[in-house]
Nanobody, 120 residues
Framework: QVQLVESGGGLVQAGGSLRLSCVAS????????MGWYRQAPGKQRELAAA???????NYADSVKGRFTISRDNAKNTVYLQMNSLKPEDTAVYYC??????????????WGQGTQVTVSS
C-alpha cells in the first residue's frame, strides 16, 4: 500500500545542483523517519541523509555542508537539495521510510530510485 516515488535525478556537471523529491502515497506523519540512500556501481548502499518525524536530521560525512534534507508535511514530500556536486556523488538515489514497530524492529519502504550522474 505504501508508495514512494522519486523524481529530480539527472546529469549535471561537477559543481552543479539538483533537488530530489520523494512523494508518499499518504501522510508522512506515520513514518518515524525518512531518508535518502544512494548506491554507486560496485558499492554498498549507504545513507546520505535522514530526517525524523520530529525534524532532526542526520548526514553522511561525505555530504555534510553540501546536501540538505527537508520535508513538507502538507505535500507528503521529502526533498534532498544537493549542491556542489562531485563525481563521487554519482549513484542511484533511493527514498526510504521507516516505521518503528518496537525495540530494534522496523518496517522499511523504498522507492524505485532515481539516477544522479555528475560529470567531471
Amino acid at each position: 500500500q505504501v508508495q514512494l516515488v522519486e523524481s529530480g535525478g539527472g546529469l549535471v556537471q561537477a559543481g552543479g545542483s539538483l533537488r530530489l523529491s520523494c512523494v508518499a502515497s499518504g501522510s508522512i506523519f506515520r513514518f518515524n523517519a525518512m531518508g535518502w540512500y544512494r548506491q554507486a556501481p560496485g558499492k554498498q548502499r549507504e545513507l546520505a541523509a535522514a530526517i525524523t518525524s520530529g525534524g532532526s536530521t542526520n548526514y553522511a560525512d561525505s555530504v555534510k555542508g553540501r546536501f540538505t534534507i527537508s520535508r513538507d508535511n502538507a505535500k507528503n514530500t521529502v526533498y534532498l537539495q544537493m549542491n556542489s556536486l562531485k563525481p563521487e556523488d554519482t549513484a542511484v538515489y533511493y527514498c526510504n521510510a521507516k516505521i518503528h514497530r518496537g525495540g530494534s524492529l522496523f518496517s522499511d519502504y523504498w522507492g524505485q530510485g532515481t539516477q544522479v550522474t555528475v560529470s567531471s
